[in-house]
């Protein structure tokens, strides 16, 4: 992808034994308006404009399989949704 001016990221950098997790967007498509990381989470908030424009928050989540991870990581996650703009919620 390097040098194309059709696609951005953001990357969320090393946790633990992951080497991180990166999000990519085409410019034409999708206009973020914010991007926050959390441990083991990246949120990214913008403008998805494919037909309309629908106002969308992504949640990108990378867990471990210990169950007691992923309710401390979907916890956070709920907390920083309830005060988020954007309701609508993509998660991958």
Known sequence: MRGTKEVDWAENGNDN???GVIMMWRRNCFLPSKISYGYNYS???GEWRIWEVLHITIVI?????????????WEEVRERRRAQKYKDLVCG
């Open 17 to 19: 034994n992951v080497g």
């Open 61 to 73: 989540m990378y867990n471990s399989s210990s169950l007691t991870e992923k309710i401390v990581v």
């Open 43 to 45: 949120i990214i908030e």
